[in-house]
């Protein structure tokens, strides 16, 4: 049976179980082929859709990065976007690797890294932009006056560096210089930062910006963008986390049928969701014939108490 994900993980630890091509582990000829379809299945409908979410991302790049002005929510979107991006991208070369059955090797390595770096860039900005968004409704003031202009750079830039430094210590470890107890080490400490560490930070601020919004006595303004967060983390949590929770399992020893590969594929539905909940959320009850994309991204990024006050101050 040939795993895609399994010759991945593979190749980031010589003592990882090992799935050879056309090896029966059943002893049932029938059960092996059914698996083999379900995997083609999987793998057909991952590719087609990270060719969806690279053309919903690609947008999303575009109209953010050139075409609308951007603000310190915008800034995390943008990045979040380009990480969702790069997610998609190497999934669908990976796919294609497979279902051509390309012999690429070491490759597999490099991809793996790619995918982790990726998603765990996604992953860290998300929680970010849960934190800021919820400090600034709780420190409204103090967010205005004092916060700098470049933070969000700022901190997009530090996320990028540290997943590419963890990432890179686990392929330099994994595939340069293999060592198997620094690898299992270092895959199982990115694993639990991702699932043990960031996830249950976003799901707590989420949560406190939820009820401080719809409990409080006061009337909170809070526009569609806090609408685009609340949908964009429930979609994560639902779609990319059961990634971290599986490949954490699999490198602790806890193997499920198909749990690599069904992990990737949530997570590759979670990115191409994105740019379509922001569409959604800006275009919600407007009834203009003419609607562009460009008017929709607007809408839902710029559409906040923040830019209602900028606005009303110019």
């Known amino acids: 049976m040939n795993h895609r994900v399994s010759r991945l993980l593979n ?12 090896t029966n582990h059943s002893g049932a000829v029938g059960k092996s082929e059914a698996s083999y379809a379900v995997l083609k299945f999987m793998e057909s409908f991952c590719l087609i859709s990270a060719a969806c979410g690279m053309v919903g991302n690609g947008m999303v790049l575009w109209y953010l990065g050139f075409r609308i002005r ?13 990480a969702d991006f790069g997610y998609l991208l190497c999934i669908a070369i990976e796919t294609v690797q497979y279902l051509m059955q390309f012999n690429v090797g070491v490759q597999f390595g490099i991809f793996l890294f790619l995918d982790l770096f990726m998603y765990g860039t996604g992953l860290y900005l998300l929680t970010a932009i849960s934190i800021e968004r919820c400090l600034s409704v709780l420190c409204p003031i103090w967010c205005r006056s004092h916060r700098p202009t470049l933070l969000s750079s700022i901190i997009s830039g530090l996320l990028w560096g540290l997943s590419f430094l963890l990432n890179a210590l686990g392929y330099v470890l994994c595939t340069l210089r293999p060592s198997d107890k620094s690898c299992k080490l270092v895959l199982i400490t990115i694993g639990a930062l991702d699932f043990l560490f960031c996830t249950p930070l976003m799901l707590l601020f989420t949560l406190t910006l939820f009820l401080r919004v719809k409990c409080s006595s006061q009337n909170i303004r809070t ?11 429930l979609f994560f949590l639902i779609f990319a986390v059961p990634l971290s929770v599986l490949v954490l399992f699999y490198f602790l020893g806890y193997k499920f049928l198909y749990s690599p590969e069904i992990g990737f594929v949530l997570s590759c539905v979670n990115s191409t969701l994105n740019p379509v909940i922001y569409f959604l959320v800006g275009s919600y009850r407007d009834r203009r014939i003419k609607f562009t994309l460009k008017l929709a991204f607007q809408r839902a990024f710029e559409d906040s108490a923040d830019d209602k006050d900028e606005r009303e101050t110019r």
Do not use: C, E, K
Not at 11 to 22: E, N, Q, R, T, Y
Not at 70 to 82: D, E, P, S
Not at 223 to 233: A, E
């Open 11 to 22: 190749s980031f630890g010589p003592d990882l179980p090992v799935f050879a091509h056309g």
């Open 70 to 82: 951007r603000n310190h929510f915008t800034v995390y979107i943008l990045n979040l976007a380009a």
């Open 223 to 233: 526009g569609r963008l806090f609408t685009v967060i609340m949908l964009t983390v």
